[in-house]
C-alpha cells in the first residue's frame, strides 16, 4: 500500500500546477489527507507556476477544514414574489428544491448551473416542493430550510464572502439571488417588521422576481465527529486502509495541521501582490499567518540592509525550481542575477525599488511622523494573535524606526519591528 500511495503521490507532484487549473480536481487536492498533503507542498520538486499557487491551495485547505467560529442563520418567512412570467413558464405542476450555500467569493453568473457546495456544513437545502404560489398575489412560499453555518469572519462588510439562493428542478437552475450579508443581524437580535427584499435572476441574467424573508442568527452547535460522511462511509475506509496510515480525506485539521500546511508556503517568494492579498485575507489571518506574511515583506528589504535576528518565519528553504522559469518570481534574498548588472548598478529586486535620495530640504525631518501622505501612519493592518485578536496590528513610528504594534501596547507588548533601513511606511491598499 505504501509502494502504491508513494507512486501516486509523485504522480499529483509532478502534475499539481495542471491539477489547480481544473475546480473540481483543485477542490479535491485540498480534501487529501494532511498526512499526504503537507509531504507534497513541501517537496522541491512540487510543479507549481508559482508559489502563489501553494498559497492557494493552503488557504482553500483552511477555508474547508479549519475549525472557526461559525454562527447559525435561520430564513424566516422566505417566499418568491412578482415571477408572473417564470411561474406562466414552469406550468402549475412545476416542483423545485433550493438551496442556501455559502461561498467564498460572489460567483460571475448568479445562476448559469447548481452552485457546488464548496464545504458541506455551509450549505442549507430543502426537499422538493410545488413551485407555485399557495394563493394568487402572495408569492410561493420558500419551504423551510435547514439552519445554515457560516462562518463569521467571512461574511459582512468589506468581506468576499457571500450567501447564495438557489431554486432548482432536475438539476437545472430556475433562478437565484445573492442575500445582503452586509446586514446580518446579531445573534438574538429580533427580526425587524419589514422584510428584506434582493433580486432574483435567472440563468441568463434576467430579472425574474423578488425574493422577501427575515432571519434570525443564533450561535452555531458543534459539529459533531463524522457528521459530513455517509452512513457505513467513515467503517469502509477504516477496514481498507491499514491503521498505521492517517487517511482521512477531508477531515477537520486538528492541532498542529494548520501549523504545517502554513509552513509548506515560501512566503519569502510570493509575488508583491499575493503578499498583500494574504496580509487582508480572513481566512489566513484565523490561521495566524500574520508573522509569516510580514516576515516575507520585510525581507524584500534585506537585500539593502541586514535586519538583525529574522525570527522564527526567515526562509530556510530555496525557491522550487519551476517556479524560476516565471521570470516574474521573486528571487532570493542572497541570489545574485544570472547576467551581469551593470556597474553601479543595484540587482533587481522583488518589488519596487527605494525612493531615490531626495535633497535634503525635501526630506522628512528626523523624529517626525515619515508617513505617506494621505495615509495615517496609525492604520490598522489585521489581529493581533499575541492577545486572542483583541488588538490590531497598527504602523507605528518610534523614533527613527518602524514597527506593527499592537493597538493595546499598553497591554500587549506585540511588536514587529522593520529593517532600519525604512525611512517612511504606509498601507498599500
Not at 288 to 297: I, S
Request: with cysteine.
Amino acid at each position: 500500500f505504501r509502494d502504491a500511495l508513494q507512486r501516486c503521490s509523485e504522480s499529483v507532484r509532478l502534475g499539481f500546477g495542471h491539477a489547480l487549473q481544473s475546480p473540481v480536481e483543485s477542490q479535491l487536492l485540498c480534501k487529501l489527507p494532511v498526512s499526504i498533503l503537507a509531504p507534497m507542498l513541501e517537496a522541491d520538486d512540487l510543479e507549481v507556476p508559482t508559489e502563489g499557487a501553494v498559497l492557494q491551495t493552503v488557504r482553500r485547505a483552511l477555508w474547508r477544514r479549519m475549525a472557526r467560529e461559525d454562527r447559525s442563520l435561520s430564513l424566516l418567512g422566505a417566499k418568491l414574489c412578482d415571477a408572473g412570467q417564470l411561474l406562466q413558464q414552469r406550468g402549475e405542476a412545476a416542483t423545485a428544491a433550493w438551496q442556501l450555500l455559502v461561498l467564498e467569493e460572489p460567483p460571475e453568473l448568479l445562476a448559469a448551473e447548481p452552485g457546488p457546495a464548496e464545504v458541506a456544513k455551509y450549505t442549507a437545502r430543502s426537499a422538493v416542493a410545488p413551485f407555485a404560489e399557495s394563493s394568487p398575489g402572495e408569492g410561493v412560499p420558500i419551504p423551510e430550510l435547514s439552519p445554515l453555518r457560516f462562518p463569521v469572519r467571512s461574511l459582512g462588510p468589506k468581506r468576499n464572502g457571500c450567501l447564495l439562493l438557489q431554486a432548482m428542478d432536475a438539476g437545472e437552475v430556475l433562478l437565484a439571488a445573492l442575500l445582503p450579508v452586509d446586514m446580518l443581524p446579531e445573534p438574538g437580535q429580533e427580526p425587524g417588521e419589514e422584510d428584506i427584499s434582493v433580486d432574483a435572476y435567472s440563468p441568463d441574467g434576467q430579472p425574474v422576481g423578488k425574493v422577501r424573508f427575515k432571519w434570525s442568527v443564533e450561535p452555531a452547535p458543534p459539529v459533531p465527529e463524522g457528521a459530513e460522511k455517509a452512513e457505513g462511509e467513515a467503517e469502509a475506509e477504516a477496514e481498507a486502509v491499514p491503521a498505521s496510515v492517517d487517511f482521512r480525506p477531508d477531515a477537520p485539521l486538528v492541532a498542529g495541521d494548520v501549523d504545517r500546511l502554513l509552513a509548506a508556503v515560501r512566503f519569502a517568494y510570493l509575488e508583491h501582490k499575493d503578499l498583500l492579498a494574504a496580509s487582508k485575507d480572513p481566512v489566513l489571518l484565523e490561521a495566524g499567518a500574520q508573522q509569516q506574511v510580514l516576515a516575507a515583506l520585510s525581507s524584500r528589504l534585506a537585500r539593502y540592509e541586514t535586519a538583525g535576528e529574522e525570527g522564527e518565519y526567515a526562509a530556510t528553504a530555496p525557491p522550487r525550481p519551476a517556479t524560476r522559469r516565471d521570470p516574474r518570481a521573486p528571487r532570493a534574498v542572497d541570489e545574485q542575477p544570472t547576467s551581469p548588472e551593470p556597474a553601479g548598478q543595484l540587482p533587481e529586486a522583488d518589488g519596487p525599488r527605494p525612493p531615490p535620495q531626495q535633497p535634503l530640504a525635501e526630506r522628512a525631518p528626523r523624529g517626525g511622523s515619515g508617513a505617506l501622505p494621505g495615509i495615517s501612519a496609525g492604520h490598522p493592518l489585521f489581529a493581533c494573535m499575541a492577545c486572542g485578536g483583541k488588538g490590531r496590528l497598527q504602523l507605528r513610528q518610534h523614533g527613527v524606526r518602524w514597527c506593527a504594534q499592537c493597538s493595546r501596547h499598553s497591554s500587549c507588548q506585540n511588536a514587529i519591528w522593520l529593517p532600519s533601513c525604512v525611512m517612511a511606511a504606509a498601507v498599500d491598499g
